[in-house]
């Protein structure tokens, strides 16, 4: 069953706006780690942001930030004031139990286009 | 500090050849993940390995795909008898600790078989 969810599957934005990226995930443990994940065409993948599931204020990291809304299981990004160079892959990916020795897995992943 | 170091970083091989990938992860880290990627698709877990062990391998194809993360040197996946359906960009990410706010990604190898 598939755990993450990104529904949107290309989006665009125009330069120095704000968007949104979704993702929902599915998960019956308590303790969980969420993460966002950035791939531009060169391939590496390059890490954005982390959110535990008991941390109470929503993740930030520059012009990123975490939307995080534990009873509807989302956690989706905000990229603030958009750049060409923000034109990527993004994925969502968790961690199951934050005591437990379990893998990260990962979206489908949102291609984002920065238009000029 | 090096980062986590995948090499070859290009690997092209026959079908029925073996393709063998490397990964060294960041000084300190013990815990080793490999995914898999194919074209325009997101990362697919493949194996979650600790000093020694396999953790978990619920992600690897039951036949030609095998990983090892050795007390002293990189970790290995190995495929034998590649097919054309193997080709795909291999990801390796290591962690200091399991539970890790941060997964540290390879620059992963691309697999060409012909």
């Known amino acids: 069953a598939q755990k993450i969810t990104q529904t949107q599957p290309g989006m665009f934005v125009q330069e120095k706006e704000a968007v949104t990226l979704d993702c929902t995930y599915d998960t019956s443990d308590q303790s969980y780690g969420l993460f966002w994940y950035k791939q531009p065409s060169s391939g590496e993948m390059i890490f954005l942001i982390y959110q535990g599931s008991y941390d109470e204020q929503n993740a930030t990291e520059g012009r990123y930030s975490l939307n995080f809304q534990k009873a509807r299981k989302s956690a989706n990004l905000v990229i603030s004031a958009s750049q060409l160079g923000d034109s990527a892959m993004y994925f969502c990916a968790m961690r199951e139990g934050q005591t437990s020795y379990d893998k990260v897995i990962f979206g489908p992943g949102t291609s984002l286009s920065v238009i000029p | 500090n090096a980062g986590v170091m995948q090499n070859p970083r290009h690997l092209v091989r026959r079908r029925g050849q073996e393709a063998r990938l490397r990964c060294s992860p960041m000084?300190?880290?013990?815990?080793v993940y490999w995914y898999r990627q194919l074209p325009e698709e997101g990362l697919k877990f493949m194996v979650y390995l600790q000093k020694e062990n396999i953790i978990d391998e619920s992600g690897m194809p039951k036949e030609r795909f095998s990983a090892e993360f050795p007390k002293e040197g990189p970790s290995i996946l190995r495929i034998q008898q590649v097919v054309r359906g193997d080709s795909a960009a291999y990801f390796c990410?290591?962690?200091?600790?399991?539970?890790?706010?941060?997964?540290?990604f390879g620059s992963g190898t691309q697999l060409s078989v012909l």
């Open positions: 990410a290591s962690s200091p600790f399991a539970t890790n706010e941060k997964l540290f």
């Open positions: 000084k300190g880290h013990s815990h």
